[in-house]
Structure formats: structure tokens, C-alpha cells
């Protein structure tokens, strides 16, 4: 994987997270009293925007990851099984946010729910890929 797109993985994958997080953080610490009960955050819908603009960027590394760095990589044992786990669950990650979108009801929560879990775990399939891979071998 070149240096360029290595980079620009790191970071959509990384302001995704990180919005990620931040929208949780808006949604269950800082509710908006109603008279109704507990309502969105006011931040909710701007953090939710820039997360989902960076969706698409990172659905599109998806592809570019998929098409060229798997594929090159898969006769290797090496870090498959990392590497596997990881797109497996950038795929169901992409799947549940649509379902997020295009939803409602008893399907949107189930989504939600996974879309929160495996989203915030992320992180932790990411860390452990990239370090059997190595800081050294970076740009190579």
C-alpha cells in the first residue's frame, strides 16, 4: 500500500472513530430536556453530518483496500486472519450505518445497537492489524 493512501486510511479511519465517539458522548451525556423526556443534543445532527461524510470517504477506501491491498496480500498467512476480521467488520459496519439510515423501528435499533458496539471496537481491529504489520514497513 503506498504511503499516500496508507495515510489517508489512517486518518478518514480515524475521524470516523473519533466522530463516532463524540456522537455517542452527545447522545447519552448531554440530552436535551422536553417536556416529553430526554431529546437529542443539539450537536447530534452536525456530529452526525461530518461522520457521515466521512462514510463515504471511507467507504471508498473500502473498495480501493478491497480491490488492490487484500487482494495482493491474501496468498500470504501472515496477517490474514487480522486483516480478514478487519474488513468483516468494516463491511458490517457499512451495512448497519445504511440500515441506520434506511430503517426504522425494531431493525434500526438492532442496528444502531450493532453499529454502536462493533464501531467502537473498531479501533481495537485496527490496532491490532496494523502493529503485526509494524510502524517499519510503513510506505512499502
Known sequence: MSTALRRAV???CTLLWLSG???LVAHFAFPTPTDFGPGPSPWQPAIMRVH???A???????????AEHIGDRWHRARNRVSGFSL????????VSGY?????N????????AVHEV????????????WRRNGPSRVGR
Open 52 to 54: 457521515g461524510w466521512l
Open 105 to 112: 423501528d425494531r431493525l434500526h435499533d438492532l442496528a444502531g
Open 118 to 129: 462493533l464501531g467502537g471496537a473498531a479501533i481495537a481491529f485496527a490496532l491490532i492489524h
Open 56 to 66: 463515504v470517504g471511507g467507504v471508498f477506501l473500502l473498495g480501493w483496500i478491497a
Open 21 to 23: 465517539c463524540l456522537w
Open 87 to 94: 474488513a468483516s467488520l468494516a463491511a458490517v459496519l457499512v
Open 99 to 103: 440500515a441506520l439510515y434506511y430503517t
Open 10 to 12: 489512517f486518518v478518514i
